[in-house]
């Protein structure tokens, strides 16, 4: 079973992509921002990220960036989530190291189409 | 509920599983957003803070959004606009802002309350908040950049405004006219069940200044709409902003014909895989894990064979930096559970402590020596059982900040309206009390903090000719002392006059004195109706509904005073049990029956001689104590417990005392004082006159316990 790391500081958001993530046969780590992301990833064999980007502690793009810095996570997927689909953003992601992003509100069969694209 | 997004989630998810604990965040992000708006300082606005009321807006849009309420997604995407122009430091925070944010709060607050309802009926309208939200956004925006967007690398500097930009002839514009830069665009919205949903795109145009202008286009599919719109955001930002109203799927953006300005989006950035327009997704070319072109095909293919196990290892790992009051941290170290489930855990404890009070009433006449072993087991036990009580009793405990945290915006509101510059500090915060409790203590001391605020304290102007700061000073307190929690409200204002409740007091015929004490005279207050204009101060007065006050916390086998410094101000104490499940009795004893009397309300036993008791009207008996005459209750008379023993008569009293009044207790005898386990009698059976509850004693058999209040004012009417 693939295993996804699911970063957001929002329970509710976390709940929700969490049970879609897991209905869809992944294992899901729940991580509640950057930081904890950077522990989880440590302490468990993570297949793709899928964090949010707004988050207190470390946003999404500074993890991505802290997470292709470990030769582990080089090239696994790393998708952000966001609510502002701005070229400000897409160029940080990119510059960061991310492989996508995903805008927010985005419904749950949106989702999974979008992990089995990158998931491998 | 949740109508506007399920459409295109598909029948397979049920996205409403997730709204209780969505509400519950949300709840929790707006008073955060609320204490921060309170605590901000504008002249020097920290950026963290910023940052973090940002993001408590941008977390609640998000959840709302996700989750179809729409209505809070827009008000919070408002919100979210400004406070991230406010973190850009684009703008400068004017109270206005803090207003106008905090109004918005207490509007998505209610609009959440009404979806958790599930309210059906017209919800009510934000659009004025949303208008001036946006207009402080835009407020102090520099001449050409209306979009909130900071400009963008790629786009031409706009160029200074065209003097007449002329929309395409049918087109009726609703708003202000477009903003420098603006592109000339045709979006087409649908298929819709309901056109009228694309209505609520025009209202966007309506209450976003600087948005631009929209007018209808005649289309020829009866379940579409076409909109001229002229604006100058870019297609991104407009499906963000209709996407609130109708799925991105729904919308398309084409440059109108003959327009100079194009769908800038579909060009991108060189370095930015393209992104369709409606196109909620998108990877970056050549970056780690994108997917190749027929990568996509790949996966999915992939998806029929079985997918590949891979071991989850988990290393436990000791959390490294276990930072206190970390939101974070406090996430993942504390879990969410039913009320309910607590207090049945509770009463099974309860139940425990019983059986192993019977326990031990049983063992107490057994040979030490031959029992040696099952007695240190039920030491063992008894010490155990405590400890299990006192941990699951504090599962229940919180901290009064969740009461504490509510009176800094009261008092805002409270001050701005009444002209008065008033500050609040808190101490204590973190002391904690039953759940139970802080939910009834809630309104009383609403109160108190209100009055304070209200009659206490002194207008600016009166305060500074007195000698006195500017600012009065209202102080919350909380402290444990003992079994009790000691909740203090304090204030620097006028205080109590002596004098005038004195005055008062005469003028509503109850006895009093020139020579009471402070004490007693403030204890005037606290009668019932002693809450009139002149009391206190010529304008309005202390004591507005003291009565009630005092009568709840009653209630809670809690007490009241007050302490007042004419001039200098007024303290009131609260003094509460920690918990309503176990409380402090004393054990009386009436013929083979025994009652429980809260210790609280017991000021003091003695043995009466006959000849300090009178019999008066209708056979009811005043007693003597210390030149004072109080009533008599003979508890065998109102349980009328039955006497086999009809030479013994009941020569014990017990002063009671509730709201203000004493009565004495005729009984047996006294059988001492220990911690009882309070059971309702309302749930397990029905309301009886004169009792609050019932527990069980040691020996199995179930004691009542006394009402107090319901005795004296059984006695005093």
Known sequence: MQSILAVDDSPSMRKMVSFTLSGAGYHVVEAVDGQDALEKAQSHAIDLVLADQNMPRLDGIGLTRKLREDPKFKTIPILILTTESSDQMKQAGRAAGATGWLVKPFDPNRLIEVIKKVIR | MGETYQEGAGADFDLSQFYQIFFEEAGENLDQMEHMLLDLDLEKADDEELNGIFRCAHSIKGGAATFGFSDVAELTHQMESLLDRLRRHELQPIPQMVDVLLESADASRSLLARHQAGAQDEAPSTASLVRRISELAAGMVPAQGASVEPPKPQSPPPPPPPPAMQAPSPVLAVAAPAPSGARRLEVRIGPLDRVEQAEAIKELFRDIPGLGTIGDLPCDDAQMRLFAVETSSTD?????????????????????????????????????????????????????????????????????????????????????????????????????????????LINLVGELVITQAMLAQNSLGLDSAEHQQLLAGLADLDRNTRDLQESVMSIRMIPMSIVFSRFPRMLRDLANKLGKKVEMVTLGEATELDKGLVEKITDPLTHLVRNSGDHGIELPAERLAKGKPEHGTITLSASHQGGSIVIEVKDDGRGLSREKILNKARERGMDVSDQMSDADVWQLIFAPGFSTAEVVTDVSGRGVGMDVVKRNIAALNGTVEVDSSEGYGTKVSVRLPLTLAIMDGMSVGVGEEVYILPLSSVVESFQVNAEDVNTVAQGSQLVKVRDEYMPVIALEKIFQVPRFDLDKSSTIMVVVEAEGNRVALLVDELLGQHQVVVKNLESNYRKVPNVSGATILGDGRVALILDIGGLVRRARH
């Open chain 2, 236 to 344: 991104s930002d407009l499906l963000d902003l209709f996407a609130f109203h109708v799925s991105k799927e729904q919308v398309r953006i084409t440059a109108a014909a003959g327009s100079a300005g194009g769908a800038e989006d579909a060009q991108g950035d060189a370095e930015v895989a393209v992104v369709p327009p409606g196109e909620a997704y998108g990877f970056f070319s050549n970056a780690p894990g994108a997917p190749a072109p027929e990568a996509v095909a790949q996966a999915q293919a992939l998806q029929a064979i079985e997918p590949a196990s891979v071991v989850t290892r988990i290393v436990p790992k000791a959390s490294a930096e276990a930072k206190a009051g970390s939101q974070a941290q406090m996430e993942s170290t504390t879990i969410r559970v039913d009320v309910k489930k607590v207090d049945q």
